[in-house]
């Protein structure tokens, strides 16, 4: 089976910019997790999707948003860009064995 | 509410001595603990998991990990450490519920020197 995948792995914008990225399970499963990386907060989880439903949302302002699509496949955006969004985005799919397989992440700088 | 400890942020051994990485665990459920490793400019890859039976846990790359209810803990060993084992780790909990939300420590960083 293929492993998750994300588009675009490197992104550069603007501050005020917005931001959609895009991730695709592994085949059949049905949950997709989000979590942002930085050197100084480390890994924080964003939300996690499961059946075109948000089932858990971190600790992110509201510019942070996402959804599933009928295939599973997610997005994230990010709208009004500040420097601190700075991060991998990271987004991990499981088939309900609490096994979560992650993608190799987005590299966002905001400039 | 969960959290995850991991004591030291660097850990250098040499090249065939024990590895041994510590991850302590703050639940007020029975937690589901996980190992990941991060190799430079990828994601993360699950190197074993604990949810619940047998206490001492074996992963992938000869890397094992041992549940400790009483100590609160999650300590990952590996007899022997080779270079390719250069990498970060990172110990993650779970409380199984009703979403697979992952809490993460703040990560180990392995060196290990030839």
């Known amino acids: 089976k293929a492993g998750v995948t994300q588009t675009p792995r490197y992104l550069i914008k603007t501050r005020g910019q917005q931001v959609t990225l895009s991730c695709s399970p592994i085949?059949?499963?049905?949950?997709v997790s989000w979590y942002q990386q930085t050197p100084g907060q480390g890994l924080q989880f964003l939300f996690e999707y499961f059946s075109e439903t948000q089932r858990n949302k971190g600790n992110f302002p509201g510019r942070f948003s996402g959804r599933q699509f009928s295939n599973s496949r997610s997005e994230m955006n990010v709208s009004t860009l500040e420097l601190g969004d700075s991060a991998l985005y990271l987004c991990?799919?499981?088939?309900?064995?609490?096994?979560?397989?992650f993608g190799p992440g987005t590299r966002l700088t905001v400039t | 509410a969960q959290s995850v400890t991991q004591l030291g942020s660097h850990v250098s051994v040499s090249e065939g001595a024990l590895v041994l990485l510590r991850c302590n665990y703050s639940s007020s459920v029975p937690p589901y603990l996980f190992w990941y490793v991060q190799y430079p400019n990828q994601g993360l890859q699950l190197l074993l998991k604990y949810t619940t039976g047998a206490t001492l846990v074996k992963g992938i790359n000869g890397f094992e990990a041992e549940f400790k209810k009483s100590e609160t803990s999650f300590h990952l060993t590996k007899p022997s450490a080779h270079m390719s084992d250069a990498a970060e780790y990172f110990c993650a909990v779970s409380d199984g519920r009703s979403s697979y939300k992952l809490i993460f420590g703040s990560g180990t960083r392995l060196l290990v020197r030839p």
């Open positions: 991990a799919s499981s088939a309900e064995s609490y096994e979560q397989y």
């Open positions: 085949s059949g499963h049905r949950s």
